[in-house]
T-cell receptor, first 113, second 110 residues
Framework: AQTVTQSQPEMSVQEAETVTLSCTYDTSENNYYLFWYKQPPSRQMILVIR??????QNATENRFSVNFQKAAKSFSLKISDSQLGDTAMYFC??????????FGPGTRLSVLP | DSGVTQTPKHLITATGQRVTLRCSPR?????VYWYQQSLDQGLQFLIQYYNGEERAKGNILERFSAQQFPDLHSELNLSSLELGDSALYFC?????????FGPGTRLTVL
C-alpha cells in the first residue's frame, strides 16, 4: 500500500524568509504524481504545486518549488519570501494514475510577522 | 473557485439521525471522491466514483453510503449518526491526474 509521511507536524517561519516542508512516500510503482495542497484557516483545499514522477525537472510555481528525489522517494516543498497568507496546513499527496489519492497527515505552517 | 460545489455548507443534527451531503463536480469531470476531515486531522479517503460506478473504497463505515447519478453529481449518505461523525466532508472531482476540491460540508452531530 502507498503511504505518505510528513515528519514535521508544525513549523514556523519569519515573514520574507524561506522554509522547507518535508514529505516522503512509499510505493513500488514507477509512474505516479505528487502534489502539495494548502489548507488555510478557511479550510478550503488549494492545489499549490504538482510533479509528475517521470519528469526529472523540479516543478516551480512562483514562490513555491519542490525538490523531487525519486530514488529517495522524497518530495519537499520550498516556500520562498514567505508571506502571512502562507499560514496554513500543508498536505503532501500521492496518486497513481487511475487510483485514489493518498494524503499525508499535514504540516501546520505559521508565518510570523 | 474550484468549480466543485457542495451543499449544504453547514449541517447540524442529532445522534441517530440520517443526512445527505451533495456534490456537483466540475463540468466534464467524471470522477468524484469523498473525504472526511475531523478536527485538526488529515484527510481520510472514503470512496471514489467514476462515471456512475464505484471505483475505490477507503475507510468508509457501513453506516455511510454514496452514489453517483447519471448527471455525475454525487451524494454521500450518513446514517445512525454518532458524535464522532462530526467533521468536514469534502468532495473532489478530477478528470485525469489532478483533484479539485469543493468548499466542504461541515457536519456537527449533537
Amino acid at each position: 500500500a502507498q503511504t505518505v509521511t510528513q515528519s514535521q507536524p508544525e513549523m514556523s517561519v519569519q515573514e520574507a524568509e524561506t522554509v522547507t516542508l518535508s514529505c516522503t512516500y512509499d510505493t513500488s510503482e514507477n509512474n505516479y504524481y505528487l502534489f502539495w495542497y494548502k489548507q488555510p484557516p478557511s479550510r478550503q483545499m488549494i492545489l499549490v504545486i504538482r510533479q509528475e514522477a517521470y519528469k526529472q525537472q523540479n516543478a516551480t510555481e512562483n514562490r513555491f518549488s519542490v525538490n523531487f528525489q525519486k530514488a529517495a522517494k522524497s518530495f519537499s516543498l520550498k516556500i520562498s519570501d514567505s508571506q502571512l497568507g502562507d499560514t496554513a496546513m500543508y498536505f503532501c499527496a500521492f496518486m497513481i494514475y487511475g487510483q485514489n489519492f493518498v494524503f499525508g497527515p499535514g504540516t501546520r505552517l505559521s508565518v510570523l510577522p | 473557485d474550484s468549480g466543485v460545489t457542495q451543499t449544504p455548507k453547514h449541517l447540524i443534527t442529532a445522534t441517530g439521525q440520517r443526512v445527505t451531503l451533495r456534490c456537483s463536480p466540475r463540468s466534464g469531470d467524471l470522477s468524484v471522491y469523498w473525504y472526511q476531515q475531523s478536527l485538526d486531522q488529515g484527510l481520510q479517503f472514503l470512496i471514489q466514483y467514476y462515471n456512475g460506478e464505484e471505483r475505490a473504497k477507503g475507510n468508509i463505515l457501513e453506516r455511510f453510503s454514496a452514489q453517483q447519478f447519471p448527471d455525475l453529481h454525487s451524494e454521500l449518505n450518513l446514517s445512525s449518526l454518532e458524535l464522532g461523525d462530526s467533521a468536514l466532508y469534502f468532495c473532489a472531482s478530477s478528470v485525469f491526474d489532478e483533484q479539485f476540491f469543493g468548499p466542504g460540508t461541515r457536519l456537527t452531530v449533537l
